[in-house]
């Protein structure tokens, strides 16, 4: 499901009204994003890294976490992570687990993009933020 239509279907107000200029996506305040460290990845072993999530929006605006990789190492085994295959953590945080293939010996860049929204009374903006991290598989 798309995230325009998961917005629509929450009933969450959209587009600023025709004329108006979007607020630019925020990243930090808003949100942060984090890759745990990397296990050690093996060629042919299926291992998990943990995404951290911190937002100062309400928990039910919708979430959405794509990981992709450069590189032919590894491989990422679940595109795309919704607000509900995270655990709150004691501290408020989502806590995510990311499943990844290991191809290849060698590197690759692991990038993940979060993108949520924040809403008040009237209108709904973008909140985005980034992050990526090294990984580097070993031959057996």
């Known amino acids: 499901m798309s995230l325009a239509l998961l917005m629509l279907s929450l009933g969450a107000p959209g587009a600023p009204a025709h004329g108006q200029r979007p607020e630019p996506p925020r ?3 808003d949100a942060e994003l984090l890759i745990g460290s990397p296990p050690r990845l093996v060629v042919g072993a299926v291992a998990t890294i943990e995404l951290t999530v911190r937002t100062a929006g309400p ?3 919708p979430l959405l976490l794509t990981p992709s990789v450069e590189g032919e190492a590894v491989r990422v085994v679940r595109g795309r992570l919704l607000r509900d295959d995270a655990v709150r953590t004691d501290g408020g945080t989502l806590a995510f687990t ?3 293939a290991a191809r ?3 590197a ?3 990038r993940v993009s979060l993108l949520t929204y924040r809403c008040d009374t009237t209108t709904c903006r ?4 980034d992050a990526s991290r090294m990984l580097q598989v070993s031959p057996r």
């Open 27 to 29: 990243s930090l305040e």
């Open 126 to 129: 973008e909140v985005r933020a």
């Open 59 to 61: 928990d039910q605006q």
């Open 108 to 110: 690759a860049l692991l």
């Open 98 to 100: 990311l499943p990844l």
């Open 104 to 106: 290849r010996p060698g």
